[in-house]
């Protein structure tokens, strides 16, 4: 069994030391979001985490959900409605919502340590909640009032939650492929027809009612994705006044077996003339859908953030206890019968590589929500811009990175269990299990890095790669003087250089050869996010150095850093490399001759 | 469910076009290894394992083995007994064994293509007969004649099979640690008692008797690795005229529940003052396991390569099948929804990821084996020496890199199939599951990269590196000015250079700093692992092009080695500079300030 204790103290030092949070969210006008406040949402949070959900990732894992092939009815596993009715007591779901829908109105910003706990904790329980924050979003944005009325305020308050139900049987990355139809009834609603897979928490016994945002096509709909339409479908009719009525024409046909997350339900949508409602202008459900996508793919990268935190931490306990071989420079603990793991270089490598990547990624995912705060709250239309283009620039590298760095983490965490790391009882491997689905869903890797050169950068002129390498720049000419900080200015201030020149390069060869964009986009992401994490970890010691907390904190960060720099930074060479020899390495070979 | 067939073209031309391995095998007196006998057993071995073995993968997943806590027996999955009485009908178990104990006296090279073909076709069954040739080699080379007649017969006909019991609960790696003890018995025989775990195929149904060979200490035995002796210890006795006795004291206790290899039945042993005989001198069984772990080491190297094999096959179908999505440069197939997968460059660099490391893998697999047929069989008592010394030096990257590549190729043929990777049906997430075992038995990562650099490299002042710079030397001058490989060479030769002094560099630091060897290890592993498959990816060029193959084979070789040395061959770049960044960067942080 792993254990999980919410790394509040980190937590804050992001948060208040490195990102001055708490300023911002006054600045950004949030009077209620004090430093007393935070702290006393940090604590609950961690208290609700470590107490009511941890204890219940290994059961859902072994009872995973069961389903009723006569009612269509989905059981989730022993606890998680129990957890889930605390949750909603607790005012969790509504955290970050507005106060007009029953919301507590914090900083979008909060949710990150929210999330990131809630996922550490139980990944597949954290799936339940998720996807509601997507729906309120695309409802909020694009939904007409009455559908706020009706639906907004049970979504806040946890009485109902959400879906996306994008991908069926043939399609999941082109949605133009959809066959899923909308036929229009008299009374202005539609009629949904179609079967939607991987619908996560699709069907469930948590709450009394779950909305489905569904994709379909209208009668009229030009083909590929300009013809695609976004519906609202609730499980339990819900009429133009909020009441709920009869059950929707709309069934769970199956739940997935998987690799992981055995306590999400990953649900096969059977929707059969299902009343829905159009969201939106018709054929324009891409764009609702990229809303819903954006919230949902910095929520996933949380996921990968989670269980590498808590894959760090019980593989250091492991490593400090567990007693094998004596340490290459002679015994360290000669009163012991062996020295403690923790002692051999190669495993201080593995630890060292999760700590540095893990709480990196907390500055990239904390980073990025304060930018959706900046977007939604400055006082200038220039500020909030510039924050949305941002965002919208780190959205696909802090979804697949921390993803990845997930996959891998908690590849290294069992690692330093050795045998026992692949023995279910000790709890690592149904960390690596859970975090294989992060880099699959909403949007695969390969996904995240196309969106990242193509929309992102190259439709952009690099708009959003400026901002950020301003930023870093500012940093750099800030502190390129200052003892202890001045190591790791110079090599950054070269690889934002390199990177710059990097996306010149491709986005030229690109303009005669289309494939050079999908042939550079998987290393120029990880190049992005490897240097990004760079600037937070040059950021963070120098916060540590201003900061009055303990000698050993300010040694630990600056210790990481420099393990950073000397030993992860460098896959930034790979990654150059790689880009830089063009796509014909690539598309060179006929799809025939792979097996000739 | 995935599917599987043995990849005969590829072994061909590994085996007889890039090593001209039937020429060696003449030379070495295998008179009987004509091409003909050769071409049948792969033949053979390639309808055994297509037909029975494949279609048994996902039961063994699905069932496990089951265990009983009444009798201590354990049930395999459906099927694989009978599997396995066809495995032993048709003599696979003796294939490379001496014709004196009923083998068929086949080079060991031979056994390469086999168990690849075996575990590809299914991983968890090929852990039943795995064993039993690491207590073949212990017995043959550290046993007495009586043990010789009693044991190896049986063992080499499959009636009987074999596990090596080394691990106890408190001590895997670090075997001076255990508690086992051997106490001597008035008929020379001893009583041993003790708690083994993770012992592979350590209880199960498929045979009449089990043969445990154990590590356990002698009451005069001095402390630490050096008191170790080895003993085997028969599931029923054997007395010294080879007959059949009463059940032994020894007990399966448990089986483990695992991630993965869940037809693989893994144990708990407890042995109760189990008759047990002295193998070899006491005190020295640390001698004997190696023997023993050599041959294991070198097995388990060929469960990624069969793992990564089927995870491309699998891979490559999906992605010519599945359609998703335009070529960024325009509709492939306009007459089709969309274009297959493999038109996508990122998809592309995952499949030639998976084939470029796995053909390069069959290489330095099948080339290990050469060698150890030459250091066994060769006339010359020097060529037998270096023969020995670089399969010392080749174990360690064989068993670490083609263990590791197995789950990074498991996770990007995963990938290939988006979300549909990670439900059970498809059968690719169980590939994923399987192959992560691989980098913990026998010797973790870890353990091997220590191993390399340590045993093989510094005790050695690199002997083994030197007979394998030598033989890429003398390719690099053969083929320098060669029209289609001269274009490998010159980096191939840059490489060399750079190892042979990044390991100057290192032994020369590790003589002031022990850490350095540790720190520099892992880097150091891989570093050697990618170049060997620059020099073995550069030759299989050069072979495609002096055979008489089609040019679609040739082609694919080409432009794989392109990849190769485009795409994969710069991760040397990060190793490089991760070794040569020093232990400070590891070994700085204080112990206690991990979780400051």
């Known amino acids: 069994m792993t254990t999980y204790h ?10 208040y030391d490195v990102l001055r949070a708490d300023e911002m ?12 406040v935070l702290d006393a949402v940090l604590d609950e949070a961690a208290r609700f985490t470590e107490v009511v959900l941890a204890p219940l990732n290994a059961v859902g894992d072994r009872h995973g959900c069961r389903y009723d092939k006569d009612s269509g009815d989905v059981t989730t596993p022993p606890g998680f409605k129990a957890a889930f ?23 979008h910003t909060m949710g990150v340590p929210l999330n990131e706990m809630v996922n550490a904790a139980n990944l597949a329980w954290g799936n339940f909640p998720l996807l509601s924050h997507s729906a309120i979003d695309a409802l909020t944005q694009h939904g007409e009032p009455w559908q706020h009325d009706a639906f907004l305020k049970p979504l806040v308050e946890g009485r109902w939650t959400g879906t996306m139900c994008l991908t069926e049987p043939h399609c999941g990355t082109d949605l133009g492929l959809l066959r899923t139809r909308a036929e229009p009834a008299d009374d202005g609603s539609y009629a949904i027809t179609g079967t939607k897979i991987f619908i996560t928490a699709g069907e469930h016994d948590l709450v009394e009612n779950i909305v489905h945002l569904v994709l379909a096509k209208l009668p009229d709909a030009p083909p590929g994705p300009k013809g695609i339409s976004l519906f609202v479908v609730p499980k339990f009719k819900v009429d133009r006044d909020g009441n709920l009525g009869g059950r929707n024409a709309l069934r769970c046909g199956a739940i997935e077996h998987k690799m992981g997350i055995k306590g999400s339900a990953t649900c096969v949508m059977n929707f059969d003339g299902a009343q829905g409602y159009l969201v939106g202008q018709p054929h324009r459900g891409l764009q609702a859908m990229f809303t819903m996508m954006n919230t949902a793919r910095l929520g996933v990268g949380l996921q990968g953030l989670g269980l590498s935190d808590r894959a760090y931490q019980n593989a250091l306990r492991y490593a400090r206890e567990r007693l094998q071989s004596r340490a290459l420079s002679g015994a360290k603990f000669p009163d012991k019968p062996a020295d403690p793991l923790i002692v051999h270089p190669d495993v201080r490598r593995m630890l060292l590589t999760i700590k540095s990547l893990t709480e990196g990624s907390r500055l990239l995912a904390l980073h990025a929500a304060t930018l959706v705060d900046v977007a939604e709250h400055a006082a200038d239309p220039g500020e909030r811009e510039r924050a949305d283009v941002l965002v919208s620039f780190l959205t696909p590298i802090a ?6 760095w997930g996959v891998e983490n908690t590849y290294h965490a069992l690692q330093c269990f050795g045998g026992h790391g692949y023995i279910a009882e000790h709890g690592m491997e149904q960390l690596a299990r859970d975090a294989r689905i992060t880099t699959l869903y909403e949007g695969t890797t390969g996904i995240q890095a196309l969106d990242l050169i193509g929309r992102k950068t190259a439709a952009t002129q690099g708009a959003g790669l400026k901002l950020f390498l301003a930023e870093v720049e500012a940093f750099c000419d800030e502190y390129e003087h200052r003892a202890g900080i001045a190591e790791f200015v110079a090599p950054l201030r070269d690889k934002a250089t390199e990177w710059a020149a990097l996306t010149r390069s491709i986005l030229t060869r690109a303009t005669d050869v289309p494939e050079e964009l999908g042939a550079a986009s998987y290393d120029y992401l990880f190049y992005s996010g490897y240097v990004a994490l760079a600037y937070w970890w040059a950021r963070s010691v120098a916060a540590a150095e201003a900061s009055d907390r303990p000698e050993a904190f300010k040694d630990a960060k600056r210790e990481t850093a420099r393990f950073y720099y000397a030993r992860i930074l460098p896959r930034t060479r790979m990654h ?4 830089e020899s063009g796509a014909s390495s690539l598309m060179a070979l006929p799809a025939e001759a792979f097996d000739a």
Chains 1, 2 share one sequence.
């Open 6 to 15: 919410a790394p509040l103290n980190d937590i804050r030092f992001a948060l």
């Open 576 to 579: 150059a490399a790689a880009m």
């Open 25 to 36: 969210f006054s600045r950004l006008g949030y009077e209620h979001a004090t430093r007393d």
């Open 85 to 107: 009715d605390r949750f909603v007591e607790g005012g969790w779901t509504g955290l970050t919502a507005s106060p007009d829908l029953g919301g507590q109105g914090l900083p």
């Open 399 to 404: 979804k697949a990175c921390q993803t990845e």
